[in-house]
Nanobody
């Protein structure tokens, strides 16, 4: 079992920054990836960025150059540092853990990010 709890969302003005946190508990040794996703109203959920225990990190085009994944050494917290935020970044952001065992994925409950003046 893996538990994920996101925090750090809120209201921010365009051009501002936020740092989201994904707190991970349970059997972290089964985790083979952590990804941040987001879902805007009326749109499909999309991946933003992901990282692996080996340190490989990837970013989607929407995040590259503005967002950064930051990991703690013990793999218990994964941050998403978001800079230069835009109104189109408004969404519910969730973290997902991919695991080597059934059910092979876990999701957090999400945190709302609103970018508006």
């Amino acid at each position: 079992q893996v538990q994920l709890v996101e925090s750090g969302g809120g209201l921010v003005q365009p051009g501002g920054s936020l740092r989201l946190s994904c707190a991970i508990s349970g059997n972290i040794y089964d985790i083979n990836s952590i990804a941040w996703y987001r879902q805007a109203p009326g749109k499909q959920r999309e991946k933003v960025a992901s990282t692996t225990p080996a340190g490989s990190t990837t970013y989607e085009d929407s995040a590259r150059g503005r967002f950064t994944i930051i990991r703690t050494g013990d793999w218990r917290t994964i941050y998403l540092q978001m800079n230069s935020l835009r109104p189109e970044d408004t969404a519910v952001y969730s973290c997902r853990a991919g695991t080597t065992r059934d059910p092979f994925e876990y999701w957090g409950q999400g945190t709302q990010v609103t970018v508006s003046s």
